[in-house]
T-cell receptor, first 114, second 113 residues
Framework: GENVEQHPSTLSVQEGDSAVIKCTYS??????FPWYKQELGKRPQLIIDIRSNVGEKKDQRIAVTLNKTAKHFSLHITETQPEDSAVYFCAAITYGGSQGNLIFGKGTKLSVKP | DTEVTQTPKHLVMGMTNKKSLKCEQH?????MYWYKQKAKKPPELMFVYSYEKLSINESVPSRFSPECPNSSLLNLHLHALQPEDSALYLCASSQQQGLSEAFFGQGTRLTVV
């Protein structure tokens, strides 16, 4: 089955700096990679996603890159703000497999210091 | 409407109680999910329903019993739970199983005493 590794587990940055979170996956058939942000006591919310036919996707200050050969994908947040502080989860879905569901990484707690 | 609605938001129950968690979506999604999330951990998949049929049961104890009455509703029936079952229970839905993003409800914070 799919296994998703996520690093680092905690990340502290100064406001305005960039933050990078990295994930690797094991199933080469995986083809969809969402990122979720979860604030304390709230639901996970999708912030950006990428499919396996795309190498990079941007949405304002957030970008995701995918390297299919190396089986890793990364979240990049530029010009971080205190409201970016949250736990971020990467995930992978295998298309057409018996386990067509989200497999989450263990999460990264991002703290942005003013 | 991009909402997944869960009730109740909070639930405290004794180990001999029977209770139910409810989830509703009106986005026309045909896959619905139950996840369990403990503090500082990622959501763990419990059950998947696809077109109102149970598709995945991730070896969940029988004290948790899912039910999908129709394409918009998903229930989780609870009976004889243990204190270690205390967690945030998240419902999610997606257009179809495993093909697109999942939208999460706000969760039910369950405490078993």
């Amino acid at each position: 089955g799919e296994n998703v590794e996520q690093h680092p587990s905690t990340l502290s940055v100064q406001e305005g700096d960039s933050a990078v979170i990295k994930c690797t996956y094991s199933d080469s058939a995986s083809n969809y990679f969402p990122w979720y942000k979860q604030e304390l006591g709230k639901r996970p919310q999708l912030i950006i996603d990428i499919r396996s036919n795309v190498g990079e996707k941007k949405d304002q200050r957030i970008a995701v890159t995918l390297n299919k050969t190396a089986k890793h994908f990364s979240l990049h947040i530029t010009e971080t703000q205190p409201e970016d502080s949250a736990v971020y989860f990467c995930a992978a879905i295998t298309y057409g497999g018996s386990q067509g569901n989200l497999i989450f990484g263990k999460g990264t707690k991002l703290s942005v210091k003013p | 409407d991009t909402e997944v609605t869960q009730t109740p938001k909070h639930l405290v129950m004794g180990m001999t109680n029977k209770k139910s968690l409810k989830c509703e979506q009106h986005m026309g999604h045909r896959a619905m999910y139950w996840y369990k999330q403990k503090a500082k951990k990622p959501p763990e998949l419990m059950f998947v329903y696809s077109y109102e049929k149970l598709s995945i049961n991730e070896s969940v104890p029988s004290r948790f019993s899912p039910e999908c009455p129709n394409s918009s509703l998903l229930n989780l029936h609870l009976h004889a739970l243990q204190p270690e079952d205390s967690a945030l229970y998240l419902c999610a839905s997606s257009q179809q199983q495993g093909l697109s993003e999942a939208f999460f409800g706000q969760g039910t914070r369950l405490t078993v005493v």
